[in-house]
């Protein structure tokens, strides 16, 4: 992460004090031709790697968390700012440092995570009955997954000049808005419960009015899909921060302008407002470290994502 954040501050770097050649853009007679593009049409794919945070994940070092995928592909339009400036007598039409764009795109993420076996020791538990207990559970295979596709409206200030002839720096900050159009959450796993009484000297275990069971199903959503497991956010708004280089198809040497520019850049996004809602804490082992018959990765108070990659961008110079 602090290599991400030390990438991104070289490219706001390069991108504010290496910009002095790209100031050649004038409308007037004898002067150059424009080399920076005033509007442009950016096709992006991007590739990053979303992290789940949430309650019950922290601290809770038993689940094997893999790596997750994410990927996105959008279009944008993008308008460099101009100033009009006059020199000898003529009016020059400059670019300035801060271009806006808007995008439409989609993205999509999938994120899978597990255990084999672990056991948890409830200590002075009161059961339905209100008796005294030691409870054990023990969960075998579980595993859980999660497959979530959003429709992206990307909204973005960038500092930069896009050059034509040469490659150039940039640095992008911006807001993501994102509604939720597909939507897949899926566990499975056994677990085996059990109570021992201290004062009677017994355990007992097989006992259904208990929730005392052998082998049983850890998810419900296999057998009931009217269960509410998770509580998904249907809009989630997105920080996103990005530098890269441009690297225009262009000779330097016959001053020929570029009409598409390879944009090649690194990026952290970063749900500003929860993918997921709050559960409910009701249900009967409350105190354990895993929920039974809840989606412990979109568990939790509500679960955010933090989501560093790269995108691979063509410009098009209108």
Not at 54 to 75: A, C, Q
Not at 121 to 130: M, P
Not at 251 to 272: C, G, H
Request: charged share 25%; aromatic share 14%.
């Amino acid at each position: 992460m602090k290599k991400i954040a030390l990438i991104l501050v070289f490219f706001c770097s390069f991108t504010v004090f290496a910009q002095d050649d790209d100031i050649l853009t004038v409308n007037a007679p004898g002067k150059s031709r424009i080399r920076v593009s005033e509007n442009s049409i950016v096709f992006n794919a991007g590739y990053n790697i979303p992290m789940l945070l949430n309650s019950e994940l922290r601290g809770n070092k038993f689940w094997n968390k893999k790596i997750g995928t994410g990927i996105d592909f959008n279009v944008d339009f993008r308008k460099q700012f101009m100033k009009r400036v006059i020199e000898d007598e003529e009016v020059i039409t400059e670019p300035t440092l801060f271009s806006v764009g808007i995008g439409l795109g989609i993205s999509y993420m999938t994120k899978s995570m597990g255990f084999s076996n672990y056991a948890d020791t409830l200590h002075d538990f009161l059961d339905k009955d209100n008796d005294n207990c030691l409870v054990t559970l023990n969960y075998h295979n579980v595993k859980e997954s999660a497959s979530l596709i959003y429709l992206d409206i990307p909204l973005y200030l960038e500092i930069g000049r896009l050059n034509r002839i040469k490659p150039s720096g940039f640095f992008k900050i911006g807001f993501k808005p994102s509604v939720l159009i597909s939507k897949k959450i899926v566990g499975e796993g056994k677990y085996t419960s059990e109570g021992y009484y201290s004062q009677w000297n017994v355990m007992l275990d097989g006992i259904d009015h208990l929730e005392y069971y052998t082998d049983k199903e850890c998810y419900l959503n296999a057998k009931n899909k009217n269960k509410d497991e998770y509580k998904l956010s249907p809009f989630v708004l997105w920080g996103t921060i990005s530098g890269g280089v441009n690297f225009p198809f262009s000779s330097p040497e016959t001053n020929r302008l570029a009409k598409w520019i390879l944009r090649i850049s690194v990026k952290i996004d970063y749900s500003l407002t929860p993918v997921s809602k709050s559960l409910s804490d009701s249900y009967y082992f409350k105190d354990a470290k895993f929920r039974l018959n809840q989606s412990n990765m979109m568990g939790g108070k509500g679960s955010r994502i933090f989501s560093p990659g790269v995108t691979i961008s063509l410009i098009y110079c209108l």
